[in-house]
Structure formats: structure tokens, C-alpha cells
């Protein structure tokens, strides 16, 4: 995902902004403390039980094959055997990776959606809910928006899993909201794609542009599409595209009844 974001300008009557103001978002609000707290209270967080260098790391590592949603789980709708996590790379020296009789792979799609690898990720993500989502729950209601934002990441998990089925990251845990957040997004640009925002282009420092949503949110997807050929690094790509795919899908066919796209506005969004 993308990193800075603020939210700027004055919103007028029909704008994106205007949307995120007319009722509070508790959906996204609650999305965002969730995510948090699950943060918090795991072995990224600050509790000193967990221990510090290679203790946390394999506690980490631990932590995201329970809850994490792993390809090879999902398809097969078994948790993975001692041997075949044994046969993974281990976060610290020596850290084994205990089985998991007792996990439901296909709710591990739903508990890894709350599940990130570190501030840092987390931090990535929740901005992007927190300047996006507000305005698409309010347009498209809070119930929608809540089961669409959930589906699309199941959507984009099992995409992800049947795509990886046959790679060494078949057998690797995905944590994170990304495909779920990048639904959001395909949502926005489906309901205010000449919504003007401001990004702050790498340019030498950071050079703040006014951009239509389409360019900016165009050109993320398209990096994103780039990198799944790309790969190498352990983020899952395929994961956005498909989210922000099936989020424009969403938006498309979830609108009310005689709704209208919106139309530019001075939303500010840095980015």
C-alpha cells in the first residue's frame, strides 16, 4: 500500500469529503480500533512476555501461521502438518513451528484480515481505511459496506491461494487487510473517479501535485499489477489487484437505486 495520507481543503455538497461528514463512519472507525487492538495485545506489540530479538521474531512468525490465512490450508481445508511447517524457512534460529490442529482454515481468512506483520504494515493499511473508507461506507451504507468490505477479502484471499497453490509461498501465512483495503479504494475511484486529490509525487523531496482519483488511484493499480510480475520481495500484489478489481465490481453493482457517480471536489487527499 501507499504511505503518507492526509486530509485537507474545505469539502463541498456531493463531495467525497461532504460523504465522510454525514454521518460518523463506525464501520471504519471500528475496522481501524480492531486492527489496532489485535496489534497491541499480539507479540508485535508491546507486551514484555514475549521476550525481545529472536524470541519475538519466532513468537511473530508463530503467531501469523495460527492466525494468518495459508494457501496451501485453504485448499486443502486442513491445517499443515508438522512436516510441512518444519519444511519452512524459520524466522530466528531454531524456531519451530508447532502444529495447529485445532485452526479453521476457512475462518483463518477472517482472523488474518485483522493480523499484520508489524507497525509499519499495520500503520500502511489503516491509513488508507481511514482516509477512503469513511466516505464509501457513507455511500454505500454501513451494512454493505461491512459485508462488502469483508467478502472482497475472502474474495481476494482465495484468489491469492489458487494462484499460489503450486509456490514455495503456498505454504506461507497472509496477514494483513490489503485486499480487503484495496477494495475500498477500487470502490472510491468507482464512485468519484475525477475526485481531485493531492499527491505528494517523489520528486527530489515530495512535490505536491492536484491529481484526478483516477490517475492517482490508476497508477497505484497499475504498480500493483506490475509488481505481481515483478514479485521477489514477500508482499502479495496479486492481492490488491484482485481486491481493487472486485471493490470497483462492488461499488458498481452495490450502489442505491438511482445514485450518481459523484462529481469533482476539492477533497484533499496526500498521498
Given amino acids: 500500500m501507499l504511505t503518507v495520507m492526509v486530509l485537507s481543503a474545505p469539502a463541498r455538497a456531493g463531495s467525497p469529503a461532504a460523504e ?8 471504519s472507525y471500528l475496522l481501524i480500533a480492531l486492527s489496532a ?6 507479540p508485535s506489540g ?25 494457501p496451501a490450508e485453504l485448499l486443502s481445508g486442513s491445517p499443515l502438518t508438522a512436516a510441512q511447517l518444519s519444511a519452512l524457512p524459520p524466522a530466528a534460529p531454531g524456531c519451530v513451528l508447532p502444529p495447529t490442529p485445532g485452526k479453521v482454515p476457512e475462518l483463518s481468512v477472517l482472523t488474518s484480515l485483522f493480523v499484520h506483520a ?21 455511500r454505500l451504507g454501513r451494512f454493505r459496506f461491512l459485508t462488502g468490505y469483508l ?5 481476494a484471499t482465495y484468489g491469492y491461494a489458487v494462484a499460489e497453490a503450486h509456490t514455495a509461498d503456498g505454504m506461507r501465512a497472509l496477514v494483513g487487510a490489503s485486499g480487503a483495503i484495496a477494495g475500498v479504494l477500487g470502490a472510491y475511484l468507482r464512485l468519484w473517479p475525477r475526485a481531485r486529490v493531492t ?18 488511484l490508476g497508477l497505484w493499480f497499475a504498480l500493483q499489477g506490475w509488481s505481481v510480475g ?13 481486491g481493487f478489481v472486485t471493490g470497483w465490481l462492488f461499488a458498481w453493482a452495490a450502489r442505491p437505486a438511482g445514485d450518481t457517480l459523484g462529481a469533482p471536489s476539492r477533497t484533499g487527499v496526500a498521498q
Fill in 118 to 138: 508489524g507497525w509499519l504494515h499495520l500503520i500502511g493499511n489503516l491509513l488508507f481505511l481511514f482516509v477512503f473508507g469513511p466516505a464509501v461506507e457513507s
Fill in 46 to 70: 508491546p507486551d514484555p512476555s514475549y521476550g525481545g530479538g529472536d524470541a519475538r521474531a519466532c513468537a511473530e512468525q508463530r503467531y501469523e501461521h495460527r492466525w494468518g490465512a495459508v
Fill in 199 to 216: 499527491a505528494l509525487v517523489p520528486v527530489l523531496l515530495f512535490l505536491p501535485l492536484r491529481l484526478p482519483a483516477w490517475l492517482v
Fill in 20 to 27: 465522510r461528514a454525514a454521518r460518523t463512519p463506525v464501520v
Fill in 230 to 242: 515483478a514479485g521477489g520481495n514477500g508482499v502479495a500484489y496479486l492481492v490488491h489487484v484482485i
Fill in 37 to 42: 487492538l489485535v496489534l497491541i495485545v499480539g
Fill in 151 to 155: 467478502a472482497i477479502g475472502y474474495l
